[in-house]
């Protein structure tokens, strides 16, 4: 059976509570293994290693402008494009439909693409083919698990791709780089961005372990307050055992012998054990409650059932005492030895205490009346069962030994001192056992409180002279100290969410932004040839206006032309100071250009050659310079522009006067377009969702650092103690071993001060015989603390009662002392009796003396 095994008043199995927090832990626990498992598999599936094995098949269909043909094409395409799906480009001359268009209605084709630049202008509703632009069959757009683009975006996509290359002078090659990035946008694999598996994997694991540790916490806490309840119970369980003898010795006892307080005990005992038995079912039900075991009127009804149980115990103990005292039965004896020993100890410490006392601060006479007084006491407690004034003759003893002190505290009081420390307490056993034997326990009459006060007293003048003074009990340490409340507790993760929002937001904007390269260079790599039939323009200035560098050498023509020649300029609107062009204007130019320099072409395709690009720069009649871009011989992909004419559509041009300035920044914007060329932007993750997946993952992450740095300070606590107390034991068991060894000594040091007086000769010899009890209890506690195990040791219990046994032994240890070097005084003392010349005397224990 478990030992968390309980049962209700019905009879009924009690299940320990768990934490509500395992259930949490599990399923994160489980979805960490399943995210890793999943990032894994995706990451070998689709990850680098996964190469496109399908060919996107180019159809051109009708006759086209720019060259495009079917031969034209296949041969820029220069070899297969692959993708991920076996896909068909068709290039139509004629307009789309909107079904065509906007519906993917096109069952005989993957991709329909237009050629047509402008939608058909006519009012004629009949007519179905109005429309330019690309169309995507529908079907290819469904069952897209991650929908990096959506419908529209996967249309525009491919037809930007054919226009944009068309505003770079392309003809043929704005067809291949439609069919590449139709092989992108089509493309929709699981996402592989290790940012985000990463940090998706973090987040369940650091939210599993917090989960876990509050759990962990949660078990502690309910183990550690089961501890204190079975404590409990088993105090009360030996208390109802022994009640049959409790109420034996009671009865034991003749009625008219029997003290008020004897009988108020008995009835105290017997109520007070009625009611903790009716009360330990509720409470063992709120405990193993999961609701209720925490709150804060189960802690309550625990610390009462604990105190209650605790006093239980010494009242029980007291009665069996008091009991056997009113009944003059056996054990008499021991039970005034019960009562006297808490005296006893605290005497022997004032009496030690006094003794080394400077100058003459306490006369030896005043220390050989208290000696005498606890002789008298120690005397009383010879409990012989058939005397019928025991109970009186100990109790003169004992207020005869209050007077004197009294008169010692009056004595002392005139030296100045500090504030005096309260003294402990008594032992509850010792005050209830006075209270059972009807004796008065208020602390103006009680021997013990009268004792440990002037010891008190003397140790706040002479400061700290004994051993056992230097023993310090460290402070416990409260629960409640470090919980928060639950509305502070609200604001400190309040507060963690938002801060955590900052770094989260940093490394998000850094893991996703665009990779636009620094301008800081000096034009290095540009190698500008220009055709200027008036000869103004000059490379060095060109160059020297630059402000990127391109990554390798890089030949650049720059051809001047007349614009009105070349370009339809138009005012729009009329009277307007700015300019546009017409924009088949704009890209009529540019071919107009090209093949005026064949041997830059290709004979087949009429694509420029790789190597060299041809910047067109216009001179308008006004004394303006425009740029509107240049023609590349590199197919423009990804998601950046090359640098070209992407603004034809809108015929937008910049009039200029300074031309070198202009031409530079386009010469700037090609070589930041090569650095770009081909940059697919990560769509697998947003900035928004890595920032939320970063900002709960600091959270939790700093949750976590809390939790396990508490959990190992007090693991370290605990540690600390169970170092502390393993070396307290050790101490202590030396000192243990040192007193048994010289028990034998220890007696006859007590036998040869036992005939200096009668009275201080009884107080030696039941000071002796309680001593050599209080040794053989602190030996049993010494061997079952030994015993402890390990789990054991680490609990606050053992280091209190390792404490508790090392003081004893200090105590034991200084009373041993004190009784040897009084029989060293008195036997070098009587070595000089006769007239003989006294010599060394080396007792037992001591190092030896000179009279």
Known sequence: MSRFTAFDSSGRKLRRPHSLALIPAVLMALATTVIAGMGLSTYVAYGQENTPQHEVKIVVEGTHDWNISQETVDAAAGGPILAHRPLTLTVTDRFLTGDEL??????????????????????????????????????????????????????????NAFRDNLGLGHGPKSVVAAAQRAAVVLYDPPNTNPVFWISLIALAATATTVFLLMALRYNLRWEAKHRRLVAAQRKLARVVLDLEALEATFYAAPETERPQGFRKSWLQLQKLSLDLARSESSLTELVYSPKTAFRAQTAQQLAEFEASARKLTSLSDALMGAGSVHARLVGTGTTFDRLSAPINDAMTTLLIRLEQAPGRMVANGDIEQLRSALGQLLDAAAGDPKNLQAVEKWQRAEQHLVELLTKQKKKISRYPHGKVAAPAGAPQEYRELKTSLGLDASTGRDGYANAAYLDALAKSITGETLESDRKTTAKQRTESAYRPSGPRLAVMLTALLLVGMIPAGITAANVVEDPLPDREGTGRGAQLEIDDPSGELSDTEIIRYMDTDFPVPTSMVIAVRDAEA????????????????????????????????????????????????????????????IAPGLISPEISTGQYTLGGTSNWEHGSIHESTYPDITIANVVDDYAEGIQLNGFEEDTSISFGGLFWLLTMLFFFTVVNIVLVIRFLLTATSSLRRFGRGTASLRSAKKKLARLLLGLDESQINAVAVLGSSGSNGRAD??????????????????????????????????????????????????????????????????????GDTPGGVKLPGLHPMKA
């Not at 290709?602 to 690009?613: N, Q």
């Not at 030996?779 to 030994?786: G, I």
């Not at 195990?789 to 009662?801: C, I, K, T, V």
């Open 102 to 159: 906007l519906r993917g209605m096109v069952p005989d084709h993957d991709i329909l693409l237009s050629t047509q630049l402008e939608n058909l202008e006519t009012d004629d509703h009949k007519i179905q083919q109005r429309f330019e632009g690309t169309a995507v069959r529908a079907d290819l757009l469904e069952g897209r698990d991650r929908k990096a683009y959506d419908e529209t975006d996967i249309r525009f996509e491919i037809d």
């Open 765 to 834: 010899d039941a000071g002796q015989r309680l001593f050599e009890r209080a040794l053989a209890m602190a030996l049993r506690e010494e061997r079952e603390l030994d015993a402890t195990p390990l789990n054991e040791r680490l609990r606050r219990e053992f280091s209190a009662r390792v404490e508790h046994l090392d003081h004893l032994a200090d105590v034991l240890a200084e009373r041993d002392a004190d009784v040897a070097r009084r029989a060293q005084r008195l036997i070098e003392a009587t070595r000089g009796a006769g």
């Open 566 to 625: 070349y370009l339809d300029l138009r005012t729009d609107p009329p009277g307007s100071e700015y300019r546009s062009a017409e924009p088949l204007s704009l890209l009529t130019s540019l071919y107009r250009i090209k093949q005026e320099f064949p041997e830059l072409l290709d004979p087949m395709t009429k694509e420029l050659k790789d190597g060299k690009a041809i910047i067109p720069v216009f001179s308008t009649d006004e004394g303006t310079t």
